[in-house]
């Protein structure tokens, strides 16, 4: 699976205008970075992913940045590439501080993706239906290009391609532009491996179902194929020095860990060791607990044991299967999905993972009801406190808020006053 972006390295060219626009929005967001409020959110991510027990992060993400643009704070006025990505960071960030802030951590530094190039595999064949072109939602109805044991040759090993000098020419561009606001950091790529999630795109959506029945072999086959294709992906991004390291966030859940990176790190390249790793099998809510650990964790633990810390699960529910994700090694987060039974996940993860809480966010469609979303707290938050669980609470996958940004500030507040209560 290759969901990096393909960057071409080209020209940059960003104008006085866009330089004065940026630096006027990066001196906003160095203020709140320089609050001691971010000490306190860092801290307390740093202990939960120790886990002990403190008040859990709060945090919202992945969301319909379309349906919340107030007074258009969110249109940009630059142009050039590399300043619209820019000014789209410190916009959607100052808007997410004014409006729903929870316990989101504003980094001292402007985070500069590396660039680099990924090829090989497959791309999906598919009828794409689209009803909001403002959205990345969208209805997908994928063709089947793995067929038989011959179509297995289509999944080519992924060809990785950096480009340090490139990088070197962005971050002086960059570091230039807010020097005396913000330092700038080169920021590398997180690892996660769904293969799930990516079968179904190539192969079909009944009949992936259907073949782990009927032609378990030829399923092994296709996760074997792909393991073998993310560890060669894996071991391309550390030999490029393309990881990721010290980062606030690993996907949408608190990533700062004293565990990381590993203790012999010298300061140079992140390695696979000194870094996070996530894992996930979305569509095996519907599978048996014996064919989710037969397809997809046996295949996991290799990749898992490789890196120094772990996190799987995402919108499956794991309530009857979290016996098999414990046997995952360097495992200290576990997905507790919308879907799962939070009290059964609760009683098996104990003290020893972090309980990841995502709670649903269809609550937020229509009309935000406060007494719905204060009482889903108040029940995670018993069902945690009963079995000792370290636990956070990320409200994520929202896909539309009805076009109102006051269901996300109503979600955000009450779960802030909920908590205050009782932390």
Known sequence: MYWLPKLEPKEIAITQKERGILRELASKY????????????????????????VRPIVLIDELPWHEINVDDRLDCLCENELAVKMETFFRRALLQRDYFP??????????????????????????????????????????????????????????????????????ELVSEILAGILPVRLQGVDLWYSPWDEIPTLHGVTQTFTDLVDRPEFMHAIMKKLTENMLSLMEQLERLGLLAGEKPLIHCVPAFARDLPATDYDGGDYRLKDIWFRGMAQMFSDVSPKQHEEFDLEYM??????????????????????????????????GVSSWADRRLCAEQIGGDYVFSRKPNPATLALKTDPDVVRA????????????????????????????????????????????????
């Open 30 to 53: 160095a203020e709140i970075a320089s609050e001691d409020r971010q000490k306190e959110i860092k801290e307390r991510m740093f202990a939960i992913n120790c886990l002990q027990l």
């Open 301 to 334: 633990k290799p990749l898992f044991a490789k890196c120094g810390l772990g996190y799987y699960g995402c919108c499956e529910a794991l309530h009857n299967k979290i016996d098999m994700v414990k046997k995952i090694p360097n495992l200290r987060r576990i």
């Open 102 to 171: 929870c316990d989101r951590y504003f980094e001292a530094h402007y985070p500069l993706p590396k660039t680099y190039k990924i090829e090989g595999g497959l791309i999906q064949d598919e009828d794409l239906l689209v009803t909001n072109e403002k959205s990345h939602i969208a209805s997908h109805g994928y063709h089947d290009q793995l067929r038989d044991d011959s179509d297995l040759e289509k999944l080519t090993p992924p060809v990785v391609e950096a480009y340090p000098d490139f990088d070197r020419q962005r971050l």
């Open 376 to 423: 889903e707290v108040l029940d995670t938050l018993e069902a945690c406190r009963e079995n000792n669980c370290v636990w956070e609470y990320v409200l994520k996958d929202v896909s539309t808020v009805g076009s109102d940004i006051n269901n996300l500030v109503l979600w955000e507040r009450t779960v802030r006053e909920t908590l205050d209560t009782f932390y």
